[in-house]
């Protein structure tokens, strides 16, 4: 999405990178909350710490109960928001209102299937390389687990090889392009841009 001069379109980078970083940590951890991740964890302490400040506002008005961290949703929902308002303002294309709503609630979702795609692939990468239980690695197991359990309940393992990685990739990256993709699809004539 350029527009028309270097200096602006790396400055639109930088902030779509930081964007990203942002909305990349409040869905890990919402992925750590809704898993029971070991809060004792380097990584999900770090997570904690850094998102706590991100999340704070949200989380007056919706204390975090059990193990659905709404307010990460709901924040990183909010700053997709205004991260797609600045795109239209830099750009100077005017976004309907309800495209702007679908843009961020896809691109959120999007944000959490690839997280969850590659925590699996990461996972199935440890596993193989160090199959023996490490705990600076078991946090992946703590975060894979609930998301592959469905998927092994429907398919047990053959021969001794697990086959759910490979399921749940299947139905994460058929969500994307289905699911999402349909939605992104239904949202672009709502754009209020023509093309």
Known sequence: MGTGTPLTDGGLFLIQFLIGMVIFILMLRFLLRA??????????????????PICFPVNKI??????????ALITAFIIQTLF???IGWMTGKDFGAVFIVIASLTE???QLLDMMFWLIIIQ???SWVSPQ??????IFIQITEPILAPFRRLIPPIGGMDLSPIFAILAIKLAQIVIVGSIVQFAQPLSGIAG
């Open 124 to 126: 199935v990468i440890l």
């Open 62 to 71: 919706l204390p975090a109960k059990g193990r659905w961290d709404i307010a």
């Open 84 to 86: 797609v308002l600045f």
């Open 108 to 110: 959120v979702a999007n």
């Open 35 to 52: 898993t029971h991740a070991d809060w004792r964890h380097p990584i999900v302490n770090f997570t904690a710490k850094v998102s706590n």
């Open 133 to 138: 239980y490490n705990p600076n690695t078991a």
